[in-house]
Every structure is written in C-alpha cells, then in structure tokens.
C-alpha cells in the first residue's frame, strides 16, 4: 500500500488507487523497460517535498521528519532522513532535480515558493534553529538521574 500510495505521490498510475476524474499517468521509455533510477528520484523526491510542505506549515521540524521518516515509513536510512536528503544534495541542487523531473516526466513536483525562498537564503539550512524549545527534546544532564 505505502509503495502503490507513493507510486501515486510520483505520478505512476496506481490502478484502483487512481481517485476519481483523475487520469492515471503512465510511464513508458522508448526501451519497453522502467528506468529504476529515475523511479527512485521520483519517489525520494515526492516524499522530501510532502515533509518539506509538513515543515513549511509547522507540522514538524527536521529532526522529528527525519527520524519519522527511516523508523516510520522506511526512507532510505542511507539519506540520514526525508529531509537530510535535501539538505545532503543541497536545496539548489533539489530544486533543480524536481524541476528536471517536471519537465522530464511530467510528475507533479514542484517546490513551493518558501523552499525556493530557503534556498536563496542559503544552499544548506535545514536546522532546528527558532524552533519552539518545548518541540526539542531536553537532553539530560550527565551523571543526573530523573
């Protein structure tokens, strides 16, 4: 099911899961076979813009989607976390893969306008600063027991 809903995330059509009006992309290359790279772009990069909209809107913060992300859902834990994976290639560099990937596929996957503003800022800016300190975890002090 989490394979065939981020299929539908990527653009992939989905079959039963296709909603209703809704047409149903395909994929095919001149070759008659699946380029697996190009699926894996897609889904990493539809799953890091869904966490990036979540943390745009204050649903969640870096460390927290990150953990969620290769504990909960399974992200390739070799990204460090859905929006380590951003931040790892830089935001330049994700926006300029999700915008060849538009235009190469035709898949919905559009970096809101407030990453793009991010990445202006800067190329790698995904801390937690500002956050609102009882969204942290209070680290313990050593040699104290609670």
Known sequence: MLIENGGLAAGFASGSLS??????????????????????????????????ECWEEGLTDPVTADVASTLLWNFPSYTGGVLSYIDTIGLNAFISLCDSLSTKTGADLN????????????DRNLSTDG????????????????
């Open 19 to 52: 909603l209703p009006g809704q047409q149903a992309k395909t994929f095919e290359s001149s070759t008659g076979s699946v380029d697996v790279a190009l699926v894996k772009q897609r889904l990493l990069c539809s799953q890091a813009l869904a966490a990036a």
């Open 111 to 122: 970096p809101t306008p407030w990453l793009r503003a991010k990445a202006q800022e800067s």
């Open 131 to 146: 956050l609102k300190s009882e969204r942290r975890c209070p680290m313990p002090t050593p040699g104290v027991l609670s």
